[in-house]
């Protein structure tokens, strides 16, 4: 073999070498809360004549990085590199919120909120907390959240509420984690809205 050939063959090999050695990028994936809350029955002969504006919920600082949140010990929090969520928590949760009211029929109308937008009400919250529990016996997760009723005519809050679940998870991987942190959040949105849509018979009586 010529010195030339030989060079080359060198090249090739040492390129399939490298190539051999080289791992595929990780990409990341990402993951949506389900989320679907429900005002029970019995509704109203007629809706709430209020409308309702829904602004989009805050989130705790440390659930701004967008990676999925885990906790190995109760006093440090860390998340998963390649794990993420899709959308905002604070986004999912607002957007449920109104699906939820406007399903209802309870009120006239309920939206999200804007600037330019009417509304009698704005409801504003916080998702303060959406972790996985990896320490202790069983794996967990935990989810709170809280709000707030403005009336936009006086500025006051005329009502608060807040909730908190800890639920137990089966299995150990990312998609049950999320699943039972969906489960988690719903369960929370249904203990709040309903103490929500109770308060309106007293707040529309004190108008008249």
Partial sequence: MSAKNLAIASLVVIFLLLSGCSSPVRQPKYYTMSLAPKLDPPAPASPHPVTIAVRRFETAPYLRQGGIAYRERSDE???????RWATEPGVAVSRA??????????????HPYDTHGRADYLLIGNVERLDELDFGSELQVAAALSAELIDLRTGQVVWSGKASQTLKVEHRDVYSVVEGLSNAVEADLNQVLPNLEQQFPR?????R
């Fill in 77 to 83: 929090v860390d998340f998963y590199q390649y794990h």
């Fill in 203 to 207: 707040l529309t009586a004190a108008v």
């Fill in 97 to 110: 919120i109104v699906d939820s009211l406007r399903a209802s029929g309870r009120f006239a109308d309920v």
